[in-house]
């Protein structure tokens, strides 16, 4: 499977920084990829969404790249903020609407 | 309603017994999938519907875990002869295809087997 245990990879961030997180998804063929966001005892929430014919886009405080030739995607956080700690999840999709492939996570931890 | 409900939010069950999983999708969406969450952990797909199509049940563990969706709305989840290693978060989502693919999740339900 794609779990890492009980143990996340964790990312601790100074209030105010820029937070970077990392997937790398494993398969070529995909062409759809979203990051969620997820608290503590809720479920994922979408983030932001790119498709594989594009290498960036760009929300509110976030940005998602893309980088297809090592299969690595990213998602830059702006002016972190303590609201923003979670644990972030990427998904990769190949056939529109059909399953999605969830890594294992990142925790995100925003120190005062 | 508003969002993807669960229920119930928490299950405690004895090794052996039979639990029910319901989810209501947002109104519209023609796509749910179930998905289960152990602690610490990602993601793991379990089924998924899609309109009147037969389902893709490949991420369905073993044969006693079951779903089934009713005149394309509420889904229920049917796990027989639980286990401890059942034990997990099950997250349900639902998408439409007008909106992009984007997956509502519901809170989950928190099943313990003792």
């Known amino acids: 499977g794609e779990s890492v245990g009980l143990h996340l990879p964790t990312l601790s961030v100074q209030e105010g920084d820029n937070s970077i997180i990392n997937c790398a998804y494993s398969n070529s063929a995909s062409d759809y990829f979203i990051w969620y966001k997820q608290e503590s005892g809720k479920g994922p929430q979408f983030i932001i969404d790119i498709r594989s014919n594009m290498d960036k886009r760009q929300g509110q405080r976030v940005t998602v790249l893309l980088n297809k030739t090592v299969k690595h995607l990213s998602l830059q956080i702006a002016a972190t903020q303590p609201g923003d700690s979670a644990v972030y999840f990427c998904a990769e999709n190949r056939n529109y609407g059909q399953n999605f492939v969830f890594g294992p996570g990142t925790r995100l931890s925003v120190l005062p | 309603g508003a969002g993807v409900s669960q229920s119930p939010s928490n299950k405690v069950t004895e090794k052996g017994k039979d639990v029910e999983l319901r989810c209501d999708p947002i109104?519209?969406?023609?796509?749910l999938y179930w998905y289960r969450q152990s602690l610490g952990q990602g993601l793991e797909f379990l089924i998924y519907?899609?309109?009147?199509?037969?389902?893709?049940k490949s991420g369905l563990p073993s044969d006693r875990f079951s779903a089934e969706r009713t005149g394309g709305s509420v889904s229920t989840l049917t796990i027989q002869r639980t286990q401890q290693e059942d034990s997990a978060v099950y997250l349900c989502a639902s998408s439409s295809m007008r909106q992009g693919y984007e997956q509502y999740f519901g809170p989950g339900t928190r099943l313990t087997v003792t």
């Open positions: 109104s519209g969406h023609t796509a």
């Open positions: 519907f899609q309109g009147n199509s037969a389902p893709d």
